[in-house]
C-alpha cells in the first residue's frame, strides 16, 4: 500500500520542516508548504489524502485556506492546528468542514492518531460509497440462478464503461427495461436524465419528430416547437425500447446520430449535437430482420458493439419462486395487506410451468392473486388453467408410454410464437377486429400490429 500524502500548511518555515521530517519517520508522504496560494498549487498537480492547516497565517488565515481547499477537493479530509487559546476558532472550523483539530503544542503521537482516524474515516467512506453503487445497480435485476448472477456482473461492467451504443436482446416481459435502467443508474451519468421511448408505441409519422423535436409549423399539427427526447437526455441515457419496429425510413437518420452525436430536428436549418448514452432493446433476431430487409445492416453493427442478453425465465433455474415472493411482498405493501401464501403443491406448479410471458407473466399473476385473495393461502385450485395444467416437460429420449417414441420439447421460437398469436388474436378479438384499438390495446403502433400479423401468417 502507497504511503498517504499529507500537506502541511504552515507560515512557520521551522514548524513545518520538523513536522515534514516527523511524518517521514512515521512512513507518511508529506509536502510542506508555507502559504494558501502554494497548498492549491500543490493540490492541483498531486494526490493528497490529508491536509494539515494552520489557523492563524498571514495573507489567507486557515479558516479561507479551508474553504478554498475544499472547494477544489470536496472530499479531502482537514485537520485545523491552532496556537493555545483558538480553541473556539478551532470548532468553528470544523463545523464548516474540517475533520478534528488539534492545539499547540501537541504531542506526534496525538497528531498520527487523529491522522489515522481521518483516512481510515475516509477510506470507510469511499467503500460504502462504492458499495452503494454497485447494489443501486443491479438492485432491480432480483434473482439468485448462475444466469441472473452473469447478468448482474455483464450490467455492472458494461456499465462502468465507456461505451455509448449498448443493445439489449431478449423474449418479451424478460425485464429489458430494468436492466437498461440498472446499466444506467451504475454509469456515470447516473444523476442525468434517464428517457425510455418505446419505438413501437409511437405513431410512425410523428417518431421523427418525437426523437430529435421538430420546428414550429414543421408539420401539419405543429403549433408549437417541440423538444425531442434526445435533446432532454442530454447527458444522460436515451432507451430506445422495441428497436426493431423503428420504420425503415428512420433508420438512415437514426443511424447518422448514433455515428457522430448529431441530429437537425424536423424543419430547422441547423444540426444539434447531442451527448447521450444510447442503449436500444429489442425481443427480435435483428440478425434476421436485417436478412429480409427490415432493419438496416449498418445500423445493426453500430447498435451491436456491446450486447447483453437477458436470460428468459425458464433459464433462471429456481428464481420463478424468489420472485414470486418478491412481488408477494410488493403487492402486500400496495394494497395494504398480509401477502399470499403459496402451498407446496402450488410452489411446485409455478416451478414447473415454462412462463412463455416471462417475468411479467410470473408478476401480473402475483398481483392479479394479492388483490383476488389477499393474505390468503393459494391452492393450485385459484391458479389459471395454464398453470394447473404445468408439468415438467419430458426430456429427450424419455419414454411417455410404452413403446412411446421420444418426445423433443418444442423449441423457444415456437413457444414465443404461439404467445404472440395468442395475444394478437385476443385483442383483435376485444377490439372486433378493428386493428387500430387492438394496437393501443397491446401498446403498439398499427404499424407494428400491421407486420406481426403478417410475420405470423394471420
Known amino acids: 500500500m502507497n504511503p498517504a500524502s499529507i500537506l502541511v500548511v504552515d507560515d512557520e518555515a521551522p514548524f513545518v520542516r520538523s513536522l515534514v521530517y ?20 500543490v493540490l492541483r498537480g498531486t494526490e493528497i489524502d490529508l491536509a494539515l492547516v494552520d489557523l492563524r497565517m498571514p495573507e489567507v488565515d ?17 485537520i485545523m492546528i491552532s496556537a493555545h487559546g483558538d480553541t473556539r476558532a478551532a470548532v468553528q472550523a470544523v463545523k464548516a468542514g474540517a475533520v478534528d483539530y488539534l492545539t499547540k503544542p501537541f504531542e506526534l503521537d496525538d497528531l498520527i492518531h487523529c ?3 481521518a483516512l481510515d474515516r ?9 458499495h452503494r453503487s454497485r447494489q443501486l445497480s443491479t438492485a432491480s435485476l432480483i434473482g439468485a440462478s448462475p444466469a441472473m448472477a452473469a447478468l448482474r456482473e455483464a450490467v455492472e461492467r458494461v456499465a462502468g464503461s465507456g461505451t455509448s451504443r449498448i443493445l439489449i436482446h431478449g423474449e418479451s416481459g424478460t425485464g429489458k427495461a430494468l436492466v437498461a435502467r440498472a446499466i444506467h443508474a451504475g454509469s456515470r451519468r447516473a444523476d442525468q436524465p434517464f428517457v425510455e421511448v418505446n419505438c413501437a408505441a409511437l405513431p ?12 414550429k409549423g414543421a408539420y ?4 408549437q416547437k417541440r423538444t425531442g ?18 420504420p425503415l425510413a428512420l433508420q438512415a437518420k437514426l443511424l447518422h446520430f448514433l455515428e457522430d452525436g448529431t441530429y437537425r430536428p424536423v424543419g430547422a436549418a441547423t444540426v444539434h449535437a447531442g451527448n447521450v448514452r444510447v442503449v436500444a432493446a429489442t425481443n427480435r433476431d435483428l440478425a434476421a430482420l436485417v436478412r429480409e430487409g427490415q432493419f438496416r445492416e449498418d445500423l445493426y453493427y453500430r447498435l451491436n458493439v456491446i450486447s447483453v442478453a437477458v436470460p428468459a425465465l425458464r433459464e433462471r433455474a429456481g428464481d420463478a419462486l424468489v420472485l414470486a415472493e418478491h412481488f408477494a411482498a410488493r403487492y402486500a405493501h400496495q394494497e395494504a395487506c398480509a401477502p399470499i401464501t403459496l402451498t407446496p403443491e402450488t410452489v411446485a406448479l409455478l416451478q414447473a410451468h415454462l412462463w ?24 393450485p385450485a385459484v391458479l389459471p388453467q395454464e398453470l394447473r395444467g404445468a408439468a415438467v416437460p419430458p426430456q429427450p429420449g424419455t419414454a411417455t408410454g410404452a413403446g412411446a417414441a421420444p418426445v423433443m420439447p418444442a423449441t423457444i421460437d415456437h413457444h414465443m410464437d404461439q404467445a404472440e398469436r395468442q395475444m394478437l388474436l385476443a385483442a383483435l378479438s376485444r377490439s372486433s377486429g378493428h386493428k387500430g384499438r387492438a394496437a393501443e390495446t397491446l401498446g403498439i403502433s398499427r404499424h407494428a400490429l400491421k407486420r406481426r400479423l403478417q410475420r405470423l401468417g394471420l
Not at 447527458?235 to 428497436?243: A, M, S, V
Open 356 to 379: 412463455p410471458g416471462n417475468v411479467r407473466e410470473l408478476k401480473n399473476l402475483i398481483e392479479r392473486l394479492t388483490i383476488l385473495y389477499p393474505g390468503e393461502v393459494i391452492s
Open 22 to 41: 516527523a511524518l517521514k519517520k512515521e512512513g507518511l508522504k508529506p509536502t510542506g508548504v508555507n502559504s494558501c496560494a502554494a497548498a492549491l498549487e
Open 62 to 78: 486557515g479558516m479561507e485556506t479551508l474553504a478554498r481547499l475544499k472547494a477544489l477537493a470536496p472530499d479531502l479530509p482537514v
Open 115 to 117: 491522522i489515522h482516524q
Open 122 to 130: 475516509r477510506r470507510m467512506h469511499k467503500e460504502i460509497e462504492y
Open 220 to 223: 401539419t399539427g405543429a403549433h
Open 229 to 246: 427526447l434526445v435533446a432532454v437526455a442530454e447527458g444522460g441515457t436515451l432507451f430506445l425500447d422495441e428497436i426493431g419496429e423503428v
Open 204 to 215: 410512425e409519422q410523428l417518431i421523427e419528430a418525437e426523437l430529435f423535436g421538430a420546428e
